[in-house]
């Protein structure tokens, strides 16, 4: 069947790192990203990696996380990556995986436009 799995999120100190994953099965992703969602807050964009060829990708990041996030991608395993370093309190929520085998730069950040969706992974970040 088509899913995503998440794995990797933990409770650590403002400063620390964290390293998210998303395997995928199914079929093949040509762009998949994170989305996070606090208690009581909307779902808000984290990052997403495209794949127009084997050579050529694009990433995506929001402001908020710029510098500290880097997003990655393994076509071999089928598997996205997000490196979290300098987390902050503010940063806390449950992130999710999406994919989606065609989206275009101008809808990275509208969740809407996935088709496919993980079951989630928390990230606590104590002050």
């Known amino acids: 069947q088509v899913r995503l799995v998440e794995s990797g999120g933990g409770l650590v100190r403002a400063g620390g790192s964290l390293r998210l994953s998303c395997a995928a099965s199914?079929?093949?992703?040509?762009?998949m990203g994170w989305f996070r969602q606090a208690p009581g807050k909307e779902r808000e964009f984290v990052a997403a990696t495209r794949w127009a060829d084997i050579s050529t990708h694009y990433e995506h990041y929001a402001d908020s996380v710029k510098g500290r996030f880097t997003i990655s991608r393994d076509n071999a395993k089928n598997t996205v990556l997000l490196q979290m370093n300098s987390l902050k309190p503010e940063d806390t929520a449950v992130y999710y995986c999406?994919?989606?085998?065609?989206?275009?730069?101008?809808?990275?950040?509208?969740?809407?436009?996935?088709?496919?969706w993980g079951q989630g992974t928390q990230v606590t970040v104590s002050s």
């Open positions: 199914g079929r093949t992703f040509y762009a």
């Open positions: 999406a994919a989606d085998p065609w989206v275009i730069a101008a809808h990275v950040m509208d969740p809407t436009k996935y088709d496919t």
